[in-house]
Antibody
Framework: QEQLVESGGGVVKPGRSLRLSCAAS????????MHWVRQAPGKGLEWVAV????????YYGDSVKGRFTISRDNSQNTMYLQMNSLRVEDTAVYYC????????????????WGQGTLVTVSS | DIQMTQSPSSLSASIGDRVTITCRAS??????LNWYQQKPGKAPKVLIY???TLQSGVPSRFSGSGSGTDFTLTISSLQPEDFGTYYC????????FGQGTKVEIK
């Protein structure tokens, strides 16, 4: 079945870096735009970044712009999130999600989502 | 940036009740509005996309409506498995989620 599995989370000190991975299976990864979404403990969902199917276009939320970099390797069916200059407020569960699009239209939604990986930034 | 505001923030309802959650966008988003359900400790799951299209496998007691800036998610007859937090999401300009509505069963 279609599945996304995140990895790479952990505890890191402020100012340090961490790289998350999202491994896809059960669908043609190279055909889809992919997203990262995060959720701070007890809080709501925050969109983080998107990468187009060919990797040529990337966009970021304001809170991570200039610090995080999204990338993908379609040969490995994997997406990444390089997180630099981490802050305490980056503490969250990070989810990857596939972007689904209505054929012939521009409506899109996220499905499926991975199970999430927890990133804790603390001194 | 487009801001999404949901109301109420939480609600408690009985089995069989009709439940309505509203979502307001800070500017017109036409029909670019999705709804997700999240259970504790789990990833969100899409219920409705493009305002009113039910995702495959989602029970028909869920429905969505609205346009422009005001949208509604309705559960026609609340069931025990419907507890959780519901989020709206706009996809007109980038992606933004509402702050969530927590649904509890009385």
């Amino acid at each position: 079945q279609e599945q996304l599995v995140e990895s790479g989370g952990g505890v890191v000190k402020p100012g340090r870096s961490l790289r998350l991975s999202c491994a896809a299976s059960g669908f043609t990864f190279a055909n889809y735009a992919m997203h990262w979404v995060r959720q701070a403990p007890g809080k709501g969902l925050e969109w983080v970044a998107v990468i187009w199917s060919d990797g040529n276009n990337k966009y970021y939320g304001d809170s991570v712009k200039g610090r995080f970099t999204i990338s993908r390797d379609n040969s490995q069916n994997t997406m990444y999130l390089q997180m630099n200059s981490l802050r305490v407020e980056d503490t969250a569960v990070y989810y990857c999600a596939r972007e689904m699009v209505v054929e012939g239209a521009t409506h899109n939604w996220f499905d499926p989502w991975g199970q999430g990986t927890l990133v804790t930034v603390s001194s | 940036d487009i801001q999404m505001t949901q109301s109420p923030s939480s609600l408690s309802a009985s089995i069989g009740d009709r439940v309505t959650i509203t979502c307001r966008a800070s500017q017109r988003i036409y029909s670019y509005l999705n709804w997700y359900q999240q259970k504790p400790g789990k990833a969100p799951k899409v219920l409705i996309y493009a305002t009113s299209t039910l995702q495959s496998g989602v029970p028909s007691r869920f429905s969505g409506s609205g346009s422009g800036t005001d949208f509604t998610l309705t559960i026609s007859s609340l069931q025990p498995e419907d507890f959780g937090t519901y989020y709206c999401q706009q996809t007109y300009t980038f992606w933004t989620f509402g702050q969530g509505t927590k649904v509890e069963i009385k």
